[in-house]
């Protein structure tokens, strides 16, 4: 179970005050941040209020299938793998009328991911920003991230010399840096289409990792997949935060436990899907912790050494992805010289309570 509030107690340290102002420059002659409004910001003082369950119906449900208003005759497509992917160029997101945005929540369910190459996105202002993240659902706000002063919808995703989140939460006792997960699904609704887009970026490398849980499960046997029919899985995202809390970051909100199924449907396509990433699936309800290592052990080896049904998201000024969590798991890829900057921002909209069923 999660643990009650009492619980929760504030760690000295001397990272205890992180804000914009104690992000430094990672060499002397850095200019600084690109975007320095969307710098990191922790305020210790930040609380949430328990996230209450809302009525949720996916958008992509009354899009058109033909996408008249998002693939017009001036958009082009390059399809990065059968499975999941697709570089999309000739539209801006920021002009996408409503059913344009209904449709690209159907065209990401489809594709899984969508890569948005030379976007304005990132200059639209952030009022902006979350007024079309919004158009997919309630955003999630984080517990422990970095977020933007104000606008507490954005989760920031910043490295440097001198900054290296990373290694704070993987360590550095470990041969591969490669982290599976779906973003907090350890919500009792998990994130749904999100929004990612990039302010500065390495010259080389600090890609993104994306594999089809939708391949993964289809790859499996009849038999196996009857055998994941009705189970369930605890998420937790207490490691978030107690991980937060050695570093004298922010608790805005008590972690929370949830069950889900291993294999989810998509609301909008009904494709079945696998519902497990070792960044939050913890155990099997109702199986021995043996078993439940056991086969929890099988599924994170097959979905990562599936190459074939993964991609390697790559990205340029004015990238804007977008991807449906509900179908994919990721993976940052820290492979660049820390004397680069990379910054990010995410808009995650969260979606329906996982079901095993299409419900209609």
């Given at each position: ?22 992000l430094?420059a990672?060499t ?5 941040a ?13 609380k ?7 009525e ?5 449900l ?20 059968p499975?999941?992917g ?6 801006q997101l920021?002009s996408l ?7 690209l ?6 594709r ?5 190459r030379?976007?304005?996105f990132?200059d639209?202002?952030p009022?902006?920003?979350i007024?079309?993240a919004?158009h997919f659902?309630?955003?999630?706000r ?6 933007v ?17 990373f ?13 599976w997960h ?11 289409t999100?929004f990612?887009f990039i302010?500065d970026q ?9 594999a ?13 997949k ?15 935060v107690?991980?937060?809390q ?11 436990e949830?069950e ?11 494709e ?10 913890r155990?099997?309800?109702g199986?021995k ?6 086969l929890l ?5 097959h ?15 004015g990238?804007v992805?977008v991807?449906?969590?509900r179908?994919?798991?990721h ?9 680069f900057?990379?910054?990010a921002?995410?808009l995650?909209p969260?979606?329906e ?8």
């Amino acid at each position: 179970m999660a643990p009650s509030v009492a619980d929760i107690k504030p760690i000295e340290s001397e990272k205890a005050t992180r804000d914009i102002s104690r992000l430094p420059a990672n060499t002397t002659e850095d200019k600084g941040a690109s975007y320095p409004y969307y710098l990191p910001y922790f305020d210790l003082n930040e609380k949430f209020p328990k996230t209450e369950v809302f009525e949720f119906s996916d958008v992509g449900l009354r899009a058109n299938p033909e996408k008249p208003n998002l693939l017009t005759k001036d958009v082009k497509l390059r399809h990065i793998s059968p499975y999941l992917g697709t570089e999309v160029t000739g539209v801006q997101l920021s002009s996408l009328s409503k059913e344009g945005l209904d449709e690209l929540a159907l065209f990401a369910a489809e594709r899984k991911v969508l890569l948005f190459r030379d976007q304005d996105f990132k200059d639209i202002g952030p009022k902006r920003q979350i007024e079309l993240a919004k158009h997919f659902g309630p955003i999630q706000r984080h517990p422990t991230s970095g977020n933007v002063k104000g606008y507490p919808e954005f989760h920031v995703v910043y490295r440097d010399a001198q900054n290296d989140f990373f290694k704070d939460y993987l360590g550095t006792d470990r041969t591969s840096h490669t982290s599976w997960h779906s973003d907090v699904s350890y919500e009792k609704q998990p994130a749904g289409t999100t929004f990612f887009f990039i302010l500065d970026q390495p010259e080389t490398g600090g890609d993104t990792l994306f594999a089809s849980q939708v391949e993964a499960y289809n790859r499996l046997s009849p038999e196996f997949k009857k055998r994941l029919e009705g189970l369930r899985a605890v998420h937790s995202g207490i490691a978030q935060v107690e991980l937060s809390q050695r570093l004298g970051g922010p608790v805005r909100r008590l972690p929370v436990e949830n069950e889900h199924p291993l294999v989810r449907a998509h609301p909008v396509t009904g494709e079945k899907a696998l519902y497990v990433n070792e960044g939050f699936t913890r155990r099997i309800v109702g199986f021995k912790r043996e078993e439940s290592e056991y086969l929890l052990r099988f599924l994170y080896d097959h979905i990562a050494k599936g190459a074939d049904f993964q991609i390697r998201a790559t990205y340029q000024p004015g990238t804007v992805v977008v991807w449906d969590n509900r179908l994919t798991v990721h993976s940052a890829t820290p492979d660049f010289s820390p004397t680069f900057r990379r910054h990010a921002v995410r808009l995650t909209p969260q979606a329906e309570i996982p079901s095993e069923y299409v419900c209609t």
